[in-house]
């Protein structure tokens, strides 16, 4: 079962560690501004482009508002992938954006 945590408690988890996150918004929504150092993996082309992706490693999946990446993160744990949902997703993230 994949953890779900809130958009404080990841802005929280992720000063202390390298976060490997993962944003599951359309590429348009990603070049408006994103989690610096997130790989954009759209939903409309997820299923195609998981190889990307490391089995060991724990990744935060991060959508708008937290609807897809839930999605997404179902998927992945059904697939034997280590990963967290963050609710709230872009829509209250307050940290710094790369544009």
């Known amino acids: 079962?994949?953890?779900?945590?809130?958009?404080?408690?990841?802005?929280?988890?992720?000063?202390?560690?390298?976060a490997n996150?993962?944003?599951?918004r359309e590429d348009y929504e990603f070049e408006e501004g994103h989690i610096p150092?997130?790989?954009?993996?759209?939903m409309s082309t997820?299923?195609?482009n998981i190889d990307q992706l490391?089995?060991?490693?724990h990744y935060y999946?991060?959508?708008?508002?937290?609807?897809?990446s839930d999605v997404a993160a179902r998927y992945?744990?059904?697939?034997?992938?280590?990963?967290?949902n963050v609710l709230g997703g872009m829509s209250v993230y307050r940290g710094q954006l790369e544009i």
């Open 21 to 24: 996150v993962i944003d599951v």
């Open 76 to 84: 992945l744990d059904k697939q034997g992938y280590n990963v967290t």
């Open 37 to 42: 150092g997130a790989l954009n993996l759209p």
């Open 46 to 48: 997820f299923l195609k």
């Open 54 to 57: 490391e089995k060991f490693s």
């Open 1 to 18: 079962m994949f953890a779900t945590i809130t958009m404080m408690e990841f802005e929280q988890a992720i000063k202390n560690e390298k």
């Open 61 to 68: 999946v991060v959508c708008y508002s937290g609807a897809r």
